[in-house]
T-cell receptor, first 113, second 110 residues
Framework: NAGVTQTPKFRILKIGQSMTLQCTQD?????MYWYRQDPGMGLKLIYYSVGAGITDKGEVPNGYNVSRSTTEDFPLRLELAAPSQTSVYFCASRLRQGEGTQYFGPGTRLTVL | DAKTTQPPSMDCAEGRAANLPCNHSTISGNEYVYWYRQIHSQGPQYIIHGLKNNETNEMASLIITEDRKSSTLILPHATLRDTAVYYC???????????FGTGTRLQVFP
């Protein structure tokens, strides 16, 4: 299986544009996460989901929206992109509550100009 | 979740053991210690985790002190491909989230 896949790998947006970052996992994991990583920093949690139809905010949710209509997919929507959202975005998944091992995708590098 | 403290950077010669320390003096009884690493700009990769006993897998060993206030990740024979940022994370069993700090940048040199 492919694990966690993310598209696109790179994207440049203009200020005020919108886009959706795609994340798919084929491991039948219940939990999925979106993180952002700014240069030289650790990862910060944006949103997470404990199952289809259930999402919750992380540390830095402002400016983002998510949905979880299926187990496999967890898209992240940026509305009105701002330069502060220039970052690398990682999606991750894990199997179930109590199982702490998260599996990460390769990331999407986003630049907002 | 308890906070962790790691040195910002370390060097290690290729073939030698790399010992990466982590302080988690405020850890509570139900919190596990997890280690992840991030090679260049890739997604973080799980390495190992433990509660109070020492743990070993094919990648590394995890030594947790008896009082659980600190731990050491050991890469027994470091290679150039082990050059990465290593994150020590403390997480309660029933917590949904991982909180990443800034980690230790390990440089393995020839």
């Amino acid at each position: 299986n492919a694990g966690v896949t993310q598209t696109p790998k790179f994207r440049i947006l203009k200020i005020g544009q919108s886009m959706t970052l795609q994340c798919t996992q084929d491991m039948n994991h219940n939990y999925m996460y979106w993180y952002r990583q700014d240069p030289g920093m650790g990862l910060k949690l944006i949103y997470y989901s404990v199952g289809a139809g259930i999402t919750d905010k992380g540390e830095v949710p402002n400016g983002y929206n998510v949905s979880r209509s299926t187990t496999e997919d967890f898209p992240l929507r940026l509305e009105l992109a701002a330069p502060s959202q220039t970052s690398v975005y990682f999606c991750a998944s894990r199997l179930r509550q109590g199982e702490g091992t998260q599996y990460f995708g390769p990331g999407t590098r986003l630049t907002v100009l | 979740d308890a906070k962790t403290t790691q040195p910002p950077s370390m060097d290690c010669a290729e073939g030698r053991a790399a010992n990466l320390p982590c302080n988690h003096s405020t850890i509570s009884g139900n919190e596990y210690v997890y280690w992840y690493r991030q090679i260049h700009s890739q997604g973080p990769q799980y390495i190992i985790h433990g509660l109070k006993n020492n743990e070993t897998n094919e990648m590394a060993s995890l030594i947790i002190t008896e009082d659980r206030k600190s731990s050491t990740l050991i890469l027994p024979h470091a290679t150039l491909r082990d050059t990465a940022v290593y994150y020590c994370i403390v997480r309660a069993y029933n917590t949904d989230k991982l909180i990443f700090g800034t980690g230790t940048r390990l440089q393995v040199f020839p």
